[in-house]
């Protein structure tokens, strides 16, 4: 069950930085959840080879979320650019705009 969760939001967590930022975020965004994978393993009482297991999960699954937040991320843009431009009212009346 701990194995499940900590994938889920790895995965949701590389989604959601995938929109705000570049690939660079991926270093120490793995390194922060490196070290909460370990700690939820240690503190679990789990044996060595399940918290590498449980590390190297997270790792991948934050790799995986970002890459899929990248596709989400352009897919929204190519359909947002599709869209025909709203009318706008103008700012000021003509009577204004006159003088």
């Known amino acids: 069950m701990m194995t499940l969760s900590i994938t ?3 995965f949701l967590i590389g ?3 995938a929109q705000h930022f570049k690939v ?3 270093i120490p965004a793995f390194t922060i959840v490196m070290v ?3 700690g939820a393993g240690i503190t679990s009482v789990q044996t060595g080879w399940f918290i ?9 699954c934050l790799q995986i979320g970002y890459f899929f ?3 989400v991320r352009h ?3 190519a359909v947002l650019s599709k869209r025909p431009a709203p009318l706008t009212s103008p700012k000021t009346s ?6």
């Open 69 to 71: 937040g990248i596709g």
């Open 24 to 26: 660079r975020v991926l």
């Open 75 to 77: 897919f929204l843009a």
């Open 36 to 38: 909460l994978a370990v």
């Open 94 to 99: 003509a009577r204004h705009a006159a003088r």
């Open 52 to 60: 590498v297991l449980l590390a190297a999960t997270a790792a991948i």
């Open 8 to 10: 889920i939001i790895s």
């Open 15 to 17: 989604a959601v930085l």
